[in-house]
């Protein structure tokens, strides 16, 4: 067994060494293949980032009226924290209101001096409401809307932000939705050049695996040294799948930044490695392995 | 130890059919020296690779060893195959192997140890004159060394049977009469040999059994036979 096992890595090694111009191209296309698996997750990485970075910039004010008491707008917080759509709320109270108005508008000559003459704070007391995610919104809208404490809501800004919030929205869908359409494609084409590619070099071999058949090896003695084959072209394109990439962000990482809105791809491709390398292992062995075992099999048959 | 009961060969090739063999029956003992002769096309070749189950029989059956050959599972096929020797007409040498590792091949086919396969692949190479070539590729060789190495790989693993298709048919005479020899003394120490040719001299030179084809069907068989075709 052992001796058989070692007859079959060592012809595998051999047949990989001395066809070179069928394991470059072989090499080639995997790292193509694998590259594009390699995409498809870094893809998904930062526009998941990306998605989370505009949902952060997306909240709610619920505005109450004057004469609620700092203690009563604190007991409706408590209630709506309850709420499992809401992942923060926050108590706004309207002096702190004042104070973060001025700040905001502070060079606004004209905006401070009308404040001024108005003589008093006319803001509101508010809650900050910050959801799971963007199409949570509506839902604590309409239950607002539907609380016992709805007399008390002077306004809600959710009318306002809704266009945007459902812009938003459709964005993540279009987004996640079009991760899984590119992913379908690009795996079926990764799946028909790989499939292709081994085949064609296997038909190469297909009097030697005939010839191998006629003089009495088993079907596992031929099988072998090609499956090896496939591996170490799969292992190989792996590694300099990993360089290009690694390389690549390392350099490009910066300009992508401002793209991605602050989305280190370098730092997400280097904590991820582990991962990544599993991936471009997997789908490149998988792949050189499936194929040659399926190409192979026509060729048995004498 | 060899035995054709009624089998028919037919070829199917557009509408037309192709009757390789007819209704040919023979029975070969054990330790026997048997050629078959015939002119190109009349069924040398195919009978070989009916008896080696590379192809489907039309009608009929043949046995090695009281083993109905084509009943046996196609998993099976590879030990079957490994006590028969063959020398190709095409010689089928592996091209992405040297001369040394396709002679080996065969004993890591079945599992001989590395010492072993190292002490006899030498001497074999050297018995049919190829030790010098022994790292070179079959595209290296000239048509006779082929031929020679497809000979050593035949005999290497010491087979019960050597089916040999055409073994001289690229050698020039003093190669020929060498692996003539080479055969005999196979054959003297126990192993059925088939030849298939067609060289008249090689025929009569051998005084042995003679089954005479034409047009896939045997016209004559003869224990101690000549080249006569019609």
Known sequence: ?302 | MISFQKVTKIYQSDDRAITALKDVSFEIQPKEFVSIVGRSGAGKTTLFRLLMAEEKLTEGEIFFEGQDVHQIPFGKLPLFRRKIGAIFQDYKLLPSKTTYENIAYIMEVIGISEEEIAKNVPQVLELVGLGERAHNFPEELSGGERQRAAIARALVHRPDLILADEPTGNLDPFHTQDILKLLLRINEMGTTVVLATHNKEIINSLQRRVITLEQGQIIRDEAEGKFILS
């Open chain 1, 1 to 302: 067994m052992f001796i058989t096992l070692r007859r079959i890595i060592k012809s595998g090694w051999a047949g990989f060494r001395r066809n070179s111009g069928l394991s470059a191209a072989a090499i080639f296309i995997t790292v193509l293949v694998i590259s594009l698996a390699t995409f498809l997750f870094l893809f998904r990485g930062a526009s998941q980032a990306v998605i989370k970075n505009l949902e952060e910039k997306v909240d709610m004010y619920i505005y109450f009226n004057e004469e609620l008491s700092s203690n009563d707008l604190l007991e409706i917080q408590d209630e709506l924290s309850k709420i499992s759509e809401i992942r923060n709320i926050e108590y706004v109270s309207r002096d702190e209101a004042l104070k973060n108005f001025v700040l905001r508008h502070n060079d606004d000559e004209a905006l401070m001096e009308s404040l001024e003459e108005l003589g008093k704070n006319p803001l509101l007391a508010s809650l900050n409401v910050r959801a799971w995610e963007a199409s949570q919104y509506a839902a604590i809208s309409n239950f607002l809307a539907n609380s016992s404490f709805n007399n008390l809501i002077a306004k809600i800004d959710y009318q306002e932000k809704k266009s945007v919030i459902g812009r938003l929205d459709s964005i993540i869908f279009n987004m996640s939705r079009i991760g899984i359409i590119l992913g379908i494609i690009l795996a079926a084409v990764a799946i028909l050049v790989t499939f292709n590619t081994v085949r064609l070099t296997i038909y190469n071999s297909k009097e030697e695996i005939e010839t191998m058949r006629l003089v009495g090896a088993s079907n596992g003695f031929i099988r072998g040294p090609f499956i090896v084959q496939g591996i170490i072209v799969g292992f190989f394109s792996s590694l300099i799948t990993l360089l290009i990439f690694g390389i690549s962000l390392f350099f490009l990482s910066p300009s992508l930044k401002l793209l991605l809105q602050g989305f280190n791809m370098f730092h997400y491709f280097i904590s991820n490695l582990a991962v990544i390398f599993s991936i471009q292992l997997a789908s490149g062995v998988g792949l050189g392995l499936l194929s040659g075992w399926i190409a192979i099999r026509k060729y048995l048959r004498v």
